[in-house]
């Protein structure tokens, strides 16, 4: 009965040793065998297995034969894909085919067809679900493999013989499959199993050198310890930060060892809890060697647990006693630099990016005391500026400070986004405190793109300020009360000295009178020089753009430089000028200005020449644009150590030039910046004991021919104005006698009147063609006597009114324009100028009659 058994046996070892030849192909394949080979291999194992078992296959009692083929089939497929179970199915229809033939053979290919699909179906299955191959999966796989495979029986046999052998070994088919499957599959996945296994301790054991690689070899310090904290290992890193050992450490705590008197019991115990809850933790402390030497870690310390092993934790440990140091000297250096913007005397504040508050020094928050509680860092800028500027911290421009816009006034918002504008732009402004204290504000851009400010209290600044622009207005009221009070007698001396020089005197006399009125003019260059200067300092120097002509105001500048130069002088050197011939005929510029500088130059160069010659010098730019006049002296020249200072107001050369030619030191200082104030240049060369030679170029613009035409021209010799009923009205009686005589010597009538209220009265009571008024009077100034004579009725308003002022500063002529006077001539007054000033009244009023 059970004849089969031991072909059944035999079958059973031939697929033992499969699973083992399975096994090694697996392990290949962990190795890194290729997957396409490694199945191609599995596949061809299963297919020689099928070979072998179908050659000594198992007698039924039928009368038929079987051989466990089946789940060698359907296995190839699971184990091996589809590349295996084509190959296995392939090898095995081949097999059948060579030993069997016939209809049979056609059946056993339809069979292992069956058995490779139906593989295929429970690979596809296990691998979807999860499935793992147990007794029990691997049994419905034998069964059903059984169940699906007997079709082919009714191909390799008829019917009736097929059912007789179902019948009759249909178990004992099922039993084998199953069996078989069962018995091959465990095996097989025992040795996919095993191999997974130890493909994963390898894999393991590599990771754990390369981690025991690392840890030995780290510089950071790692320590495992029990789940009780105590030390199982330490590296190497450990060793050599802390001088400790493995052998000297093993079952410590390490806060035994390493904890010392300025390690933190705060941080310690919130260590200690950590560990009590199984958790990990990141704190710093100070720690101490073995040699008691202390040092900063940062520990980070984390709970590890292997499955089926108890808890432990892996600290690693930083040394961070360099970072730790740095960290506090820039602590300390930071609060060096607060403490010292703290004390500086002016107010700090540094914006971020986002214009939010980073600090305000105490100087700062004590400039706004109502707003300590809002000058916090985070506070953005407009909301600081809004909350002073609504407790009136400081004084609103444009306001009184008292009655302050509210918040929500156009005003206010005005204000403030003046403000924001300027603080996002940078620069410089001043604001007056509620308290009367004035800040100047100073803020600029930082490179990060916030703002930067000082606040600097400027109110000893300010109030030095007023005091000296009451100062400036007190010299300025000096310089008109000196100019009024010297040019005042000066008129006297110098026209009588002209009233006598038009006498028949005799010579020695004729000699005497002009070196009255040449120390006379000495006196007022001085006093011009002094008030040019004041002018210049002020920046209330103003120049014209007139056009004249040049080769007129050179021989004017001659003729007056002989006048008042010495006698003597005048008849020992040669004085002279030159003009090139390129030199336009009319230039447009400043021709007072220029008439001023070269008769400096001159002057100068006269003085500082015993012998020999002095040449004024013209010509056109190197360019060709502007004029470019030298002045060229003999004299005793200047030393090299004396030409740096040479400009500089009230320098001369040394005190014996000082004593011997005398003079200010304030010429050539003037004359530069007139220069200047004219966009020219001037210079000076000069060897000692030979002479020096002073160069000025002015960019004047040259004019084309009928330019003389225009305003200001020169253009010949004025004509006469007819006789003329004039009002003299002047203070001092011998300015009136001066000028009663220049009148006359015109043939003008002159009437006289001693103040304001006199000519009031006289031009209520006649009719004149010019009155000529002097400004500081007793009774009533000029300037009251003109208001009122403006008032009058008819053409008595329109007569031209020309000042005779020794106020030379440029408030006089303002204060004389707004009244309605409209002519000039300074004391000491010269014949030339109140002729040239009767004619422009004259033919004003021809034209652009007044009122």
Same mark, same amino acid.
């Given at each position: 009965?059970?004849a089969?058994?031991p072909?059944f046996i035999?079958?059973?070892?031939?697929l033992v040793m499969?699973s083992?030849c399975?096994a090694y192909?697996e392990?290949?394949?962990?190795a890194?065998?290729r997957r396409v080979?490694h199945n191609?291999?599995?596949g061809?194992l299963f297919?020689?297995v099928?070979?072998?078992?179908m050659l000594?296959?198992?007698e039924?009692?039928?009368?038929s034969?079987f051989d466990?083929r089946?789940?060698?089939a359907?296995?190839?497929?699971v184990?091996?894909?589809?590349?295996g179970? #084509?190959v296995?199915?392939?090898?095995?229809a081949a097999g059948r085919?060579?030993l069997?033939g016939?209809?049979?053979?056609?059946g056993g290919?339809?069979?292992?067809l069956?058995?490779?699909?139906?593989?295929l179906?429970?690979?596809?299955?296990l691998q979807r679900?999860?499935?793992?191959?147990t007794?029990?999966t691997?049994?419905v796989?034998g069964?059903?493999?059984?169940?699906a495979v007997l079709?082919a029986?009714?191909?390799?046999v008829d019917?009736a013989t097929?059912?007789?052998?179902?019948?009759k070994?249909?178990l004992?088919?099922?039993?084998n499959n199953?069996?078989g499957t069962v018995i091959i599959?465990l095996?097989?996945?025992?040795?996919?199993?095993?191999?997974?296994?130890?493909?994963?301790?390898?894999k393991r054991q590599?990771?754990?050198a390369?981690l025991?690689l690392v840890?030995?070899e780290t510089t950071n310090?790692v #320590?495992?310890?029990?789940g009780?904290?105590h030390?199982?290992?330490?590296?190497?890193?450990f060793?050599?930060a802390?001088?400790?050992?493995?052998a000297e450490t093993a079952g410590?705590?390490p806060g035994?060892?390493?904890q010392?008197p300025?390690t933190n019991p705060e941080?310690?115990?919130?260590?200690?809890e950590?560990?009590?809850?199984?958790?990990?933790?990141d704190?710093e402390i100070?720690n101490?060697?073995?040699?008691?030497?202390p040092?900063?870690v940062?520990?980070s310390?984390?709970a590890?647990q292997?499955p089926?092993?108890?808890?432990?934790?892996?600290?690693?440990?930083?040394?961070?006693t360099l970072?730790k140091?740095?960290s506090?000297?820039a602590?300390?250096?930071?609060q060096?630099l607060?403490?010292?913007?703290d004390?500086i005397?002016d107010?700090f504040?540094?914006?971020?990016r986002d214009?939010?508050?980073?600090l305000a020094?105490?100087?700062y928050?004590?400039f706004?005391?109502?707003?300590?509680d809002?000058?916090?860092?985070g506070?953005d800028?407009?909301?600081i500026?809004?909350?002073?500027?609504e407790?009136?911290s400081?004084?609103i421009?444009g306001?009184?400070?008292?009655?302050?816009?509210?918040?929500?006034d156009?005003?206010?918002?005005e204000?403030?986004?003046?403000?924001l504008a300027a603080?996002?732009a940078g620069?410089?402004m001043n604001?007056?405190?509620s308290?009367?204290?004035w800040?100047?504000?100073?803020?600029r851009?930082?490179?990060?793109?916030?703002?930067?400010?000082l606040r600097?209290?400027i109110?000893e600044?300010?109030?030095a300020?007023?005091?000296?622009?009451?100062?400036?207005?007190t010299?300025s009221?000096f310089?008109?009360s000196?100019?009024?009070?010297i040019?005042?007698?000066?008129t006297?001396?110098m026209?009588m000295?002209?009233?006598?020089?038009?006498?028949?005197?005799k010579?020695?006399?004729?000699?005497r009178?002009?070196?009255i009125?040449g120390?006379?003019a000495?006196?007022?260059r001085i006093?011009?020089?002094?008030l040019?200067?004041?002018?210049?300092?002020?920046g209330?120097?103003?120049?014209?753009?007139i056009a004249?002509?040049?080769?007129?105001l050179?021989?004017?500048?001659?003729s007056?430089?002989?006048? #008042?130069?010495?006698?003597?002088?005048?008849?020992?050197i040669?004085?002279s000028?030159q003009?090139d011939?390129a030199?336009?005929?009319?230039?447009?510029?400043d021709p007072a200005r220029?008439?001023?500088?070269?008769?400096n130059?001159?002057g100068?160069?006269i003085?500082?020449t015993e012998h020999?010659s002095v040449?004024?010098?013209c010509g056109?730019?190197?360019?060709?644009?502007g004029?470019?006049?030298?002045v060229?002296d003999t004299?005793i020249?200047?030393?090299?150590?004396v030409?740096p200072?040479?400009f500089?107001a009230?320098?001369?050369?040394?005190?014996s030039i000082?004593?011997?030619?005398?003079?200010?030191?304030?010429?050539?200082?003037?004359c530069?910046r007139?220069?200047?104030?004219?966009n020219?240049s001037?210079?000076v060369?000069?060897r000692f004991g030979?002479g020096s030679?002073f160069?000025v170029?002015?960019?004047?613009?040259a004019?084309?021919?009928?330019?003389?035409?225009?305003?200001g021209?020169?253009?010949?010799?004025?004509?006469?104005?007819?006789?003329l009923?004039?009002l003299?009205v002047?203070?001092v009686?011998?300015?009136?006698m001066?000028?009663?005589?220049?009148?006359?010597?015109?043939?003008?009538t002159a009437?006289?009147?001693?103040n304001?209220?006199?000519?009031v009265?006289?031009?209520e009571a006649?009719?004149?063609?010019v009155?000529?008024?002097?400004l500081?009077?007793p009774?009533?100034s000029g300037?009251e006597?003109?208001?009122r004579?403006?008032?009058?009725?008819?053409s008595?308003?329109?007569?031209?009114?020309?000042?005779?002022?020794?106020?030379v500063?440029?408030?006089?002529?303002?204060?004389?324009?707004?009244?309605?006077?409209?002519g000039?001539?300074?004391k000491?007054i010269e014949?030339d100028?109140?002729?040239q000033?009767?004619?422009?009244?004259?033919?004003?009023?021809r034209?652009?009659?007044?009122?």
């Open positions: 009965m059970f089969w058994l072909q035999s079958g059973l070892g031939l499969l083992v399975v192909i392990s290949l394949a962990a890194g065998v080979l191609v291999i599995i061809s297919g020689i099928i070979v072998l078992v000594k296959p198992i039924l009692p039928v009368g034969t466990p089946a789940g060698p359907i296995l190839a497929a184990f091996g894909g589809p590349i179970a #084509i296995a199915a392939a090898i095995g085919y060579y069997i016939g209809p049979v053979a056609l290919a339809i069979g292992f069956i058995y490779g699909a139906f593989g179906l429970v690979m596809t299955v679900r999860g499935l793992r191959l007794p029990v691997l049994a796989i069964a059903l493999g059984s169940v079709p029986f009714f191909v390799s019917a097929a059912i007789q052998i179902i019948r070994a249909g004992i088919f099922l039993a199953i069996a599959g095996a097989l996945e025992a040795c996919r199993k095993y191999v997974q296994l130890r493909a994963n301790l390898i590599q990771e754990d390369k025991s840890a030995r310090s #320590i495992i310890t029990d009780d904290g030390i199982e290992w330490v590296n190497e890193g060793t050599r802390t001088g400790y050992t493995l410590l705590k035994d060892l390493l010392g300025d941080t310690v115990r919130l260590m200690s950590a560990l009590a809850r199984g958790a990990g933790f704190v100070v101490y060697r073995k040699d008691g030497t040092f900063w940062e520990i310390c984390q590890i292997e089926g092993q108890p808890k432990k934790f892996i600290a690693i440990e930083n040394d961070i970072r140091k740095e506090e000297r602590e300390k250096a930071e060096m607060l403490m010292a913007i004390s005397d107010g504040v540094l914006f971020d214009d939010r508050l980073i020094n105490r100087k928050k004590n706004f005391p109502r707003g300590h809002i000058i916090k860092p506070v800028f407009e909301t500026l809004r909350a002073s500027a407790d009136n400081y004084v421009p306001t009184s400070g008292r009655t302050q816009p509210a918040s929500g156009a005003a206010f918002e204000h403030i986004q003046s403000r603080h996002r620069g410089e604001q007056k405190l308290d009367g204290r800040l100047k504000l100073r803020e851009r930082t490179p990060e793109g916030g703002v930067v400010g600097i209290d109110t600044l300010k109030a300020q007023e005091a000296a622009e009451a100062a400036n207005l010299k009221e310089l008109a000196m100019s009024h009070e040019r005042t007698p000066m006297g001396i026209g000295a002209d009233l006598l020089l038009d006498e028949d005197l010579p020695e006399w004729a000699a009178v002009r070196r009125k120390a006379s000495g006196l007022l006093l011009n020089d002094i040019d200067l004041s002018k210049l300092d002020a209330k120097m103003l120049v014209e753009e004249f002509e040049v080769r007129p050179i021989d004017d500048v001659l007056l430089t002989q006048q #008042i130069s010495q006698t003597s002088k005048i008849e020992r040669a004085i000028a003009i011939k030199v336009p005929r009319t230039v447009r510029g220029l008439r001023q500088i070269l008769i130059l001159l100068n160069a003085k500082f020999g040449t004024l010098h056109v730019g190197q360019s060709g644009d004029l470019s006049f030298k060229i004299g020249g200047i030393k090299p150590e030409l200072n040479l500089t009230f320098t001369q050369a040394d005190a000082s004593r011997t030619y005398q003079g200010t030191g304030l010429g050539l200082a003037i530069q007139l220069v200047n104030l004219m020219g001037i210079g060369e000069s030979e030679t160069s170029h002015l960019p004047f613009q004019l084309a021919e009928n330019g003389a035409e225009g305003e021209a020169t253009a010949g010799p004025a004509a006469p104005v007819s006789r009923k004039v003299v002047e203070d009686e011998i300015n009136r001066i000028v009663e005589a220049m009148l006359a010597k015109n043939g003008h009437v006289l009147a001693t304001g209220a006199e000519a009265d006289a031009v006649e009719d004149f063609d009155i000529l008024m002097d500081r009077m009774v009533m300037i006597a003109t208001r004579i403006r008032q009058m009725p008819g008595k308003a329109q007569i031209p009114i020309i000042a005779l002022t020794a106020d500063v440029e408030g006089s002529r303002e204060a004389c324009k707004a009244v309605g006077i409209g000039f001539v300074p000491p014949v100028a109140l002729n000033a009767l004619r422009d009244a004259v033919a004003a009023r034209t652009d009659p007044v009122g």
